[in-house]
């Protein structure tokens, strides 16, 4: 999956012109810089393949999300709805906003539910922040329906769906922000990086101001700028822009290279009777980095990953006994052991979650994801799409 399978001459050529320059901030240095702006290149790119209005990119994925909801104006007595499978990123950000993060649940489609959404409202809500899992969407139609009933805030972690759509329309470019990460495992990389884009001029500015300290660009003295109020420095550098640069421009081919694997994945996988797939409510606009799928139960799903894995397949993941991404090893969030004393406001409120028995672990606990490799030929992907359906059936047999 990663976009560091595919480097070629094109990043170096793209780090090279910055290191011509020896200008290696985004801001600044006019007349020493050639004319080489490779932060504004990548946003400019983002905003042509999302069509969002606008684009800012940042240090990483954490960063956009936390400036997104900085940006919106949510922070202390504020809650955020999240889902309970994704990174751990997303109460973190939520966090470091110092608002509460409220924990959902997900449905089929393994992202946010909205019937779950319903039910974890309250008058604190002020943001809905599904996490389109995998590189594929939640049910974002009747997610976005609830928003704009209850006039709440729809900030979309797209994180780890750069290049996937739904009806058309750039997952992250639906809601009132969207939140992209360029880190070093996702489709297109800048080593580091991340990204939030939006429609709406006011965001996007405060989002501009934030991440630079308060810097409002409207000098070109640096020094001499105004800063309507503080921020953090959540700057990317020109060289990780440049390396998304070149990585950017490839996107189309990502994820049609993707969409060739996983489709050779899915026929020898679904051709199993135990096996079912995770629903996807626009198949036509996954970036098709994984290939999810569950097991009748929780202890061959555990098998099936141990069985996968031993046949030598790569990028297997069992959910469920990840530490990451799902809410069950989350023991540091649930027994509330942070580094330093955390602000009461964000605690007012919140759950027990080391209590809160979760309805999504029925899913969670039978899915298994493979990620597709891009440096596959078609051959390879058949082999080893084999390989892994020999060792799912060889696991089912006990
Ligand atoms: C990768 C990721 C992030 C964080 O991005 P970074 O760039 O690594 O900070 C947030 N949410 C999800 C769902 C992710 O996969």
């Not at 809650?79 to 993060?101: H, K, L, R, Y």
């Not at 880190?183 to 709406?200: H, R």
């Not at 028995?357 to 490799?373: H, T, V």
């Amino acid at each position: 999956m990663p976009g560091w399978e595919m480097f070629d001459e094109s990043e170096k050529r793209h780090v090279g012109e910055v290191m011509e320059t020896g200008v290696m901030m985004r801001y600044g240095f006019d007349a020493k810089r050639m004319g080489r702006w490779k932060a504004r290149e990548m946003e400019e790119a983002i905003c042509r393949i999302t069509g969002a209005k606008y684009a800012l990119l940042l240090a990483d994925g954490t960063a956009a999300l936390t400036t997104a909801l900085a940006a919106l104006g949510v922070g202390a007595g504020d809650e955020v709805i999240m889902p309970p499978f994704t990174f751990v990123a997303s109460f973190e950000s939520i966090m470091a906003a110092g608002a509460t993060p409220v924990i959902a649940e997900v449905d089929d489609t393994l992202c946010l539910s909205p019937e779950s959404v319903r039910e974890a409202l309250t008058p604190r809500t002020r943001v809905v922040m599904p996490v389109h899992m995998c590189g594929a969407m939640a049910n974002i139609d009747e997610l976005k329906g609830i928003c704009a009933e209850k006039k709440l805030f729809l900030v979309e972690d797209a994180c780890q769906a750069f290049g996937a759509t739904y009806r058309g329309r750039a997952l992250g470019a639906i809601g009132d922000v969207g939140c992209y990460s360029f880190d070093f495992n996702k489709i297109v990389t800048c080593g580091e990086g991340g990204a939030i884009v939006t429609d709406s001029a006011v965001v996007y500015a405060r989002a501009d101001m934030y991440h630079d300290h308060g810097h409002d660009h409207k000098n070109s003295d640096r020094g001499l700028e105004s800063h309507p109020f503080p921020g953090y420095n959540y700057r990317i550098s020109e060289l990780h822009a440049a390396v998304g640069c070149a990585q950017i421009a490839k996107t189309e081919r990502f994820v049609s290279i993707h969409r060739a694997n996983k489709r050779v994945f899915k026929d020898a996988i679904g051709a199993i009777p135990e096996v079912s797939f995770r629903k996807i409510p626009d198949p036509d606009g996954d970036s098709a980095t994984f290939l999810t799928f569950f097991m009748p139960s929780e202890d061959i799903a555990r098998s099936v990953a141990k069985s996968l894995k031993g046949a030598g397949v790569e990028g297997v993941f069992h959910w469920f006994d990840n530490n990451w991404h799902y809410v069950r090893n989350w023991e540091h969030f649930k027994a509330r052991s942070f580094a330093n004393p955390i602000s009461s406001d964000i605690l007012k409120g919140m759950k027990d979650y080391s209590k809160v028995k979760f309805k999504s672990d029925e899913l969670l606990s039978r899915c298994i994801s493979i990620s597709m490799k891009m440096g596959w030929t078609q051959d390879e992907a058949k082999l080893s799409a084999e390989r892994a359906a020999a060792a799912i059936k060889s696991a089912l047999k006990g």
